[in-house]
C-alpha cells in the first residue's frame, strides 16, 4: 500500500539557519510527489511537486526538494529559514489511481529568534 | 480569482444529529475532493469527483458519510447520525481535472466538534 512517512513531529530551526524536512514513500512505481504548507488558520497551499524529470525541484518561498529514488526520500530544503515559515509541512504521493493526495502526518515548524 | 470556499466554517452539532457541509470548488475545477484532518490521523482521502463519472468513495470511513456533487460543481458532504469521533476539519479541493499531477487547491475548511 502506498504510504507517506515524516519522521520528524517538531522540529525547531533558528531564523535565517538552513531547514530540511523528511520525508520517505512506499509506492510501486515513479511517484507523484508533493509538499504542501499548513500556515495557522490558512488553508493548504502547495509548496512544490515532482513529476518526472530533473530530480531537484524549487518551489515557492524559497524551498527545494530532492527526489531521491534509490532512498525513497523526497526531503524539503530551505538554506535560511525566516519567521514567516513557521507552519506545519505536509508530504504526499498521489494514489496510484490518481484519485487522492495521501499524506503525511506532517512536521511542525517552529522558528526561534 | 476566487479560490475554494467551505460552509460553515464552524459547526457545533451534539451526538446523533445529522450535518451537511458545503464546498464551493474554483470556477472551471472539474475535479474535487473531500478529506478529513483530525489530530489523531492527520489528512485523510474520502471522496472524489470527476466530471459525470461515477465517484471514488474509497476513503469514506462508513455508510453515515455520504456526498454529491450537484450539476458538476457545488459539493455537499452529509455524516448521519453523528459520533464524537468524526469530530475534524473537513477539506475540501479542486483542481482542473483529474490529469496526474494537476495541483489540487485546497479550502479554508469546516471544522465540525460533535460533542
Known amino acids: 500500500a502506498q504510504s507517506v512517512t515524516q519522521p520528524d513531529i517538531h522540529i525547531t530551526v533558528s531564523e535565517g539557519a538552513s531547514l530540511e524536512l523528511r520525508c520517505n514513500y512506499s509506492y510501486g512505481a515513479t511517484p507523484y510527489l508533493f509538499w504542501y504548507v499548513q500556515s495557522p488558520g490558512q488553508g493548504l497551499q502547495l509548496l512544490l511537486k515532482?513529476?518526472?524529470?530533473?530530480?531537484l525541484v524549487q518551489g515557492i518561498k524559497g524551498f527545494e526538494a530532492e527526489f531521491k529514488r534509490s532512498q525513497s526520500s523526497f526531503n524539503l530544503r530551505k538554506p535560511s529559514v525566516h519567521w514567516s515559515d513557521a507552519a506545519e509541512y505536509f508530504c504526499a504521493v498521489e494514489s496510484q489511481a490518481g484519485t487522492a493526495l495521501i499524506f503525511g502526518k506532517g512536521t511542525t515548524l517552529s522558528v526561534s529568534s | 480569482g476566487a479560490g475554494v470556499s467551505q460552509s460553515p466554517s464552524n459547526k457545533v452539532t451534539e451526538k446523533g444529529k445529522d450535518v451537511e457541509l458545503r464546498c464551493d470548488p474554483i470556477s472551471g475545477h472539474t475535479a474535487l475532493y473531500w478529506y478529513r484532518q483530525s489530530l489523531g490521523q492527520g489528512l485523510e482521502f474520502l471522496i472524489y469527483?470527476?466530471?459525470?463519472?461515477?465517484?471514488?468513495k474509497s476513503g469514506l470511513p462508513s455508510d453515515r458519510f455520504s456526498a454529491e456533487r450537484t450539476g458538476g460543481s457545488v459539493s455537499t458532504l452529509t455524516i448521519q447520525r453523528t459520533q464524537q469521533e468524526d469530530s475534524a476539519v473537513y477539506l475540501c479541493?479542486?483542481?482542473?481535472?483529474?490529469?496526474?499531477?494537476?495541483?489540487?487547491?485546497f479550502g479554508p475548511g469546516t471544522r465540525l466538534t460533535v460533542t
Open positions: 469527483f470527476q466530471g459525470n463519472s461515477a465517484p471514488d
Open positions: 515532482y513529476f518526472s524529470g530533473d530530480t
Open positions: 479541493a479542486s483542481s482542473v481535472d483529474s490529469g496526474r499531477s494537476d495541483e489540487q487547491y
